[in-house]
T-cell receptor
Framework: DAKTTQPTSMDCAEGRAANLPCNHSTISGNEYVYWYRQIHSQGPQYIIH???NNETNEMASLIITEDRKSSTLILPHATLRDTAVYYCIVRLPLDSWGKLQFGAGTQVVVTP | GAVVSQHPSRVICKSGTSVKIECRSL??????MFWYRQFPKQSLMLMATSNEGSKATYEQGVEKDKFLINHASLTLSTLTVTSAHPEDSSFYIC????????????FGEGSRLTVL
């Protein structure tokens, strides 16, 4: 699976949008971009994933650049409960050998 | 969404004893489950992949005789830490692959093991 690069940490003000970048310049054509987050002492939580097109769900939006070498996770209105480590992962489709390997992630701290 | 449950959430044991952690998919069948370990302030490290009815596949550097994995049914996988030592103290997390449209992985709440 392609490796990803994320900032180590980010601060965000409550109520504002949080934009989390991820670089994945070695992504291959059939690899998806996945985002998970882990609140302290809990298991990771799936947020969103995409291949080429931008995606949106009730939690977040995922913007993937046209060349697919980077992406941005957007939390539209950050709350204190969004404080967590956010992991960007690129991986093969789930009908293949779909192991999920985690990098260091971005520690996001939402402040009042 | 799919729910994965782990038990126990916390366990304390004496050095040299064995500890079993259960991972259950509550509302779906999971042919594949994954076990991770996480040390404080570190990321999750994949330990092994568990396929129902077959032997687990371990990642490089993970001792298969120490971390016994059994996936006897489509809803249950167990991880047994044998002859536990203090350095085995960690946060153990399982995940199960949902066969739904997105096929994403769902994670349990984690089990914190402390070996005295």
């Amino acid at each position: 699976d392609a490796k990803t690069t994320q900032p180590t940490s980010m601060d965000c003000a409550e109520g504002r949008a949080a934009n989390l970048p991820c670089n994945h310049s070695t992504i291959s054509g059939n690899e998806y971009v996945y985002w998970y987050r882990q609140i302290h002492s809990q298991g990771p939580q799936y947020i969103i994933h995409g291949l080429k097109n931008n995606e949106t769900n009730e939690m977040a939006s995922l913007i993937i650049t046209e060349d697919r070498k980077s992406s941005t996770l957007i939390l539209p209105h950050a709350t204190l409960r969004d404080t967590a480590v956010y992991y960007c992962i690129v991986r093969l489709p789930l009908d293949s050998w779909g192991k999920l390997q985690f990098g260091a992630g971005t520690q996001v701290v939402v402040t009042p | 969404g799919a729910v994965v449950s782990q038990h126990p959430s916390r366990v304390i044991c004496k050095s040299g004893t064995s500890v079993k952690i259960e991972c259950r998919s509550l509302d779906f069948q999971a042919t594949t489950m994954f076990w991770y370990r996480q040390f404080p302030k570190q990321s999750l490290m994949l330990m092994a992949t568990s396929n129902e009815g077959s032997k687990a596949t371990y990642e490089q550097g993970v001792e298969k005789d120490k971390f016994l994995i059994n996936h006897a049914s489509l809803t249950l996988s167990t991880l047994t830490v044998t002859s536990a030592h203090p350095e085995d103290s960690s946060f153990y997390i399982c995940s199960a692959r949902w066969q739904g449209a997105a096929g994403e992985l769902f994670f349990g709440e984690g089990s914190r093991l402390t070996v005295l």
